[in-house]
């Protein structure tokens, strides 16, 4: 999956998604994807295959157990392992969901 293909998934499910940031605030629920890193395997002086990894960061005012299970299922869907951390962030009021996964094109 490349990472427009993972926008158009994200956008899927009902909540406003911008890449890193969005250009004026909003109000939670809304989604934010980020390439954190990237990798490659070479061999024989080529590329052979790409990772590219992402957080997936879902804002929320109070828990939200339903905006997780979308995102979730989404990845489980397409096949995209993911690790889970959560944190709140105290000046905004907001509950960051972090969902890190791997693309590998």
Request: aromatic share 12%; hydrophobic share 40%.
């Amino acid at each position: 999956m490349t990472l427009s293909e993972l926008a158009q998934k994200l956008k899927v499910l009902g909540y406003p998604v911008a890449y890193s940031h969005f250009k004026s605030a909003q109000v939670p629920p809304f989604i934010c994807y980020l390439v954190v890193d990237g990798d490659t395997f070479s061999a024989d002086n080529t590329v052979l295959s790409k990772s590219t990894y992402v957080d997936i960061e879902l804002y929320v005012a109070n828990k939200d157990l339903a905006a997780e299970k979308k995102i979730e299922d989404m990845l489980k869907e397409n096949e995209l392992p993911w690790s889970y951390d959560e944190i709140f962030i105290k000046d905004e009021g907001v509950f960051k969901c972090t969902y890190s996964i791997t693309l590998i094109n």
